[in-house]
């Protein structure tokens, strides 16, 4: 089971790709922040700095993965198309 369920392409996830290289993800409401880092790790092949979780009061769970300067966000963006 994955736990990454899809990326969220907002005007936030954009504002926060751009000035603090993260990326929002929408992720199983059970996953631990490690398993989301060696997710994301695994899938784009790019080092994770540090990963926040949110729970919306939807009751949907969303990540805000940070990654390292050598890996910019934008770059992950546009190879899953939300750019």
């Excluded at 398993?35 to 994301?40: A, F, G, R």
């Amino acid at each position: 089971m994955s736990t990454i369920k899809n990326p969220l392409s907002t005007e936030k996830s954009i504002r926060l790709m751009e000035s603090e290289n993260k990326l929002i993800f929408a992720v199983d409401k059970r996953a631990k922040k490690e398993e989301i880092k060696k997710d994301i790790e695994e899938l784009f092949k790019a080092r994770v700095v540090h990963v926040n979780t949110f729970i919306t009061n939807k009751g949907q769970k969303r990540a805000y993965v940070k990654f390292s300067d050598e890996t910019p966000a934008i770059d992950i963006a546009t190879q899953l198309g939300l750019m």
